[in-house]
């Protein structure tokens, strides 16, 4: 939602014969432009109730295969509704296929025993559960467990127990070991420990067993020695790609305007959380997103969920207050604001004066008009009203989709005479996309581009009698 005392007008060849008083007059709309101040704060009571609506906590099932590969980050929640969908493919951000949570492969500590032998035990039901394997089991064989751990993506805990009478551990995988190790990308405690075994596992009547016939008890799965390997933190998550760091790790979430929307995702993921803002759609005021919010949320000191809120407006640590509610507590709260490859799309840099000016260019943007036009791109300075090409080339990536966002306003001279008003947005002299018409309220519009490493934006347009008010122009990357 553009609040804009700064912004860009298109017109065409101003009749003079006209009682209408033209913007570069200091003119006034024909009606006023709603001004819609009350950009909306997270609702922090739905994402409360929503934590205590997902189940996120798991571990090595009783028929799972060892070695199984990372399952990709799920969505369990958006806006208070529980899903169960993964992120869509990041593209480009997954193409680095390491670091991307982060490795670190020394630091871990012991922090919980397991019981001693004999004792059934436990292990581990958690948040962020991401593969499990087997390790040589002649000795309790941390070491292995923990080497294998700093090789995936993502590990900063194992948990390490004998998972016994289970029929595939003990004949059919090839390791031929039932001592578990299970890793996760997010740290856990003895608390935790709520796998009692007690499945069974063997086949009645197997000819591996011919001494389990018809009405033998089968023997039940239990746990031993189930002890849990850490590191002190989560590892700082490398910047997505389109980002860059505003502020955390903290202890608060944002409580800032211009909020979209949650999404709550399986494990502390911020590519998964780029990837949900970017393609997120539009708040039909405030445009796209544009900053997103993750942190974690410790439910009765278990972690429970990851939490992923979405802005179209650009938030920081000053409003990084909401510490949470009741039983539920923030931790791991960052920001990252998208990138936008435009520099100066809001005319913040134009600095004529302090009240009323305008110019037909300055150092971010360049205005033009045909020979026998005048002023017909106007850069305004202007609190009562505001939102060509930019000075500079746009630095893109080759190949990478982009989406140009910018609001529109063609009000100024009433529904009649904006009826023509009409602006072209031109990618290297291209129109891929525009506005037209008559529109009451700043419009948010969106259009593709390819980059070319080298790109121009522009805006062409105007109409006679009509203005179109332009600001709050990005160019992400898509
Ligand atoms: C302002 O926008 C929000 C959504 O962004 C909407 O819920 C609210 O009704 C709007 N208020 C007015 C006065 O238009
Ligand atoms: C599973 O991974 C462990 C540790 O890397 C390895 O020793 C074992 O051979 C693997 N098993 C299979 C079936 O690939
Ligand atoms: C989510 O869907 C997958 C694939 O359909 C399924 O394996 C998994 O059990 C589901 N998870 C939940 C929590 O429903
Ligand atoms: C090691 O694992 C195998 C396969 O599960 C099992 O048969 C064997 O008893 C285990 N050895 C020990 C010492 O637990
Ligand atoms: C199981 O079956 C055997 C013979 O089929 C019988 O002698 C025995 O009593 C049975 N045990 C139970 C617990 O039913
Ligand atoms: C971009 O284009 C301008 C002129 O259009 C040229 O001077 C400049 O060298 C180009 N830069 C790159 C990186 O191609």
Excluded at 151 to 158: A, D, E, L, Y
Excluded at 284 to 289: E, Q, Y
Aim: glycine content about 10%.
């Amino acid at each position: 939602m553009p609040s804009p005392s700064r912004f860009l007008a298109l017109a065409a060849l101003l009749a003079s014969a006209t009682a209408l008083v033209p913007p570069g007059r200091k003119g006034v709309p024909n009606a006023p432009v709603p001004d819609n101040t009350t950009a909306p704060t997270p609702d922090n009571a739905l994402i409360v109730h929503t934590a205590s609506q997902v189940y996120q906590k798991s571990g090595p099932s009783v028929d799972a295969p060892p070695n199984a590969s990372i399952p990709p980050t799920t969505v369990t929640a958006v806006d208070g509704t529980l899903t169960n969908t993964t992120v869509a493919d990041a593209g480009s951000s997954r193409r680095r296929d390491a670091g991307r949570l982060g490795k670190r492969d020394s630091g871990f500590e012991k922090l919980f025993d397991g019981l001693p032998v004999g004792q059934h035990d436990a292990s581990i039901e958690g948040t962020a559960y991401l593969t499990y394997t087997v390790v040589n089991n002649a000795t309790y064989n941390v070491q292995a467990c923990l080497d294998w751990c700093a090789g995936i993506n993502g590990c900063v805990f194992v948990n390490v127990f004998y998972e016994f009478n289970n029929y595939l551990l003990d004949f059919v995988f090839s390791e031929k070991s039932n001592l578990k190790c299970a890793a996760y990308g997010d740290i856990h405690t003895a608390a935790e420990k709520t796998n009692f075994g007690g499945q069974a596992s063997y086949p009645p009547g197997t000819q591996c067993f011919p001494f389990l016939v018809g009405n033998e008890t089968i023997p039940l799965t239990y746990i031993t020695q189930s002890s849990g390997w850490g590191l002190d933190s989560l590892v700082d998550p490398t910047t997505p790609d389109g980002y860059e760091p505003v502020f955390g790790p903290t202890g608060g979430a944002n409580n800032a305007p211009g909020y979209m929307g949650f999404a709550f995702i399986d494990k502390y993921d911020v590519d998964a959380c780029a990837q949900l803002c970017n393609t997120r759609g539009v708040d039909p005021i405030g445009g796209g997103c544009a900053y997103f919010n993750i942190w974690r949320a410790v439910v009765d000191g278990l972690p429970t969920t990851y939490t992923c809120s979405m802005y179209y407006l650009v938030a920081d640590e000053s409003t990084a207050v909401n510490f949470g509610q009741g039983d539920l507590v923030v931790t791991f709260s960052r920001g990252y604001s998208r990138i936008s490859v435009l520099p100066d799309g809001g005319f913040e840099g134009y600095n004529g004066c302090t009240d009323f000016c305008f110019t037909a260019s300055y150092s971010n943007w360049i205005g033009t008009s045909p020979p026998s036009g005048n002023w017909d791109a106007t850069i305004f300075f202007y609190k009562p009203s505001g939102r060509s090409p930019p000075a500079k080339k746009l630095s893109t990536i080759v190949g990478t989709n982009y989406v140009i966002q910018v609001f529109f306003l063609s009000s100024f001279s009433g529904a009649q005479l904006e009826a023509n008003a009409k602006v072209d947005i031109l990618w290297n002299g291209v129109r891929v996309g525009g506005t037209s018409g008559f529109t009451p309220a700043w419009t948010f519009v969106e259009a593709p581009a390819v980059g070319t490493g080298n790109d121009t934006l522009s805006f062409v347009g105007g109409s006679v009698l009509a203005w179109t008010f332009i600001d709050d122009v990005f160019v992400y990357a898509a």
